[in-house]
């Protein structure tokens, strides 16, 4: 059973860079068949996709983070990560990872999600 | 990029009803669509992909239908687990993007 876990800094300050790792367990990062993706949740709104990246290191980006997000693979770790700066509170959210499988493009596996607070 | 809207955006039911969620594409998506639930505090949890199929261990009583740009989510008669909010997302072409959900409450 694939299992997928966040972690990182649950605060961090206006302007700076937050950074979150997703440890995938039950299954290779590097299959050819998946792609990994970031998804965020602002407190008490909807689903918004930040980004993937593929196995091979294909990478694409939602346009309203696009200039400041990046998306990364660490197959010596098992992990993917995600990365973005100069933050402000719009960008306080609960940031889940999620695999998207073999049908439909759809995301089948997701992590229980952190809850990332922008604030000084 | 393509909007999703999703209507309504609550609705109350009972246990026993049938639930029907509608999902419209502002342009064609074929049937690239997917049907997530989640419950408060919980991560989304995949229902339906490609519009009509049922991911696996996700009871019969969901089932999607619809191509194009419109799609509808139903459940035939509801369980008390049921009660949460619905979501669907085009995975047709990047951007990905979601419904803004529909709250399933208990009437």
């Known amino acids: 059973q694939l299992h997928l876990q966040e972690s990182g800094p649950g605060l961090v300050k206006p302007s700076e860079t937050l950074s979150l790792s997703c440890t995938v367990s039950?299954?290779?990062?590097?299959?050819?068949?998946?792609?990994w993706a970031w998804i965020r949740q602002p407190p008490g709104k909807g689903l918004e996709w930040i980004g993937t990246?593929?196995?091979?290191?294909?990478?694409d980006y939602n346009p309203s983070v696009k200039s400041r997000v990046t998306i990364s693979l660490d197959t010596s770790k098992n992990q993917f990560s995600l990365r973005l700066n100069s933050v402000t509170a719009a960008d306080t959210a609960v940031y889940y990872c999620?695999?998207?499988?073999?049908?439909?493009?759809?995301?089948?596996?997701w992590g229980q999600g952190i809850l990332v607070t922008v604030s000084s | 990029d393509i909007q999703m809207t999703q209507s309504p955006s609550s609705v109350s039911a009972s246990v026993g009803d049938r639930v029907t969620i509608t999902c419209r594409a502002s342009?064609?998506?074929?049937?690239?669509l997917a049907w997530y639930q989640q419950k408060p505090g919980n991560a989304p949890k995949l229902l339906i992909f490609?519009?009509?199929s049922l991911q696996s261990g996700v009871p019969s009583r969901f089932s999607g239908s619809g191509s194009g740009t419109d799609f509808t989510l139903t459940i035939s008669s509801l369980h008390p687990e049921d009660f949460a909010t619905y979501y669907c997302?085009?995975?047709?072409?990047?951007?990905?993007?979601f419904g803004q959900g529909t709250k399933l409450e208990i009437k």
């Open positions: 490609a519009a009509s």
């Open positions: 342009q064609g998506i074929s049937t690239w």
């Open positions: 039950g299954g290779a990062i590097s299959s050819r068949s998946y792609y």
């Open positions: 997302q085009q995975t047709n072409s990047f951007p990905r993007s």
């Open positions: 999620a695999r998207r499988g073999d049908h439909g493009r759809a995301y089948d596996y």
């Open positions: 990246m593929s196995y091979s290191g294909s990478t």
